[in-house]
């Protein structure tokens, strides 16, 4: 429980849970065949550049 909490408190679990969301949605509306608005889009590629793009980071500040 520790570990959740500081996640929680780095931001990490919050963007990752936004993230999935975000996707999630995105993709029961392509594979409904519904027509995804372009905020949604949007946002899923801004979403998704800042989450790997923190990972990327994270990634290489721990290879140092």
């Known amino acids: 429980m520790e570990r959740f909490w500081t996640l929680l408190e780095r931001n990490v679990l919050a963007s990752?849970?936004?993230?999935?969301?975000?996707?999630?949605?995105?993709?029961?509306?392509w594979g409904s065949g519904q027509v995804?608005?372009?905020?949604?889009?949007s946002?899923?590629?801004?979403?998704?550049?800042y989450f790997l793009g923190a990972k990327v980071e994270h990634a290489a500040r721990h290879r140092e």
Do not use: Q, R
């Open 36 to 41: 995804v608005p372009t905020a949604l889009e």
């Open 16 to 29: 990752s849970i936004i993230a999935a969301v975000l996707v999630g949605t995105a993709c029961y509306m």
């Open 43 to 49: 946002a899923l590629a801004l979403v998704l550049g």
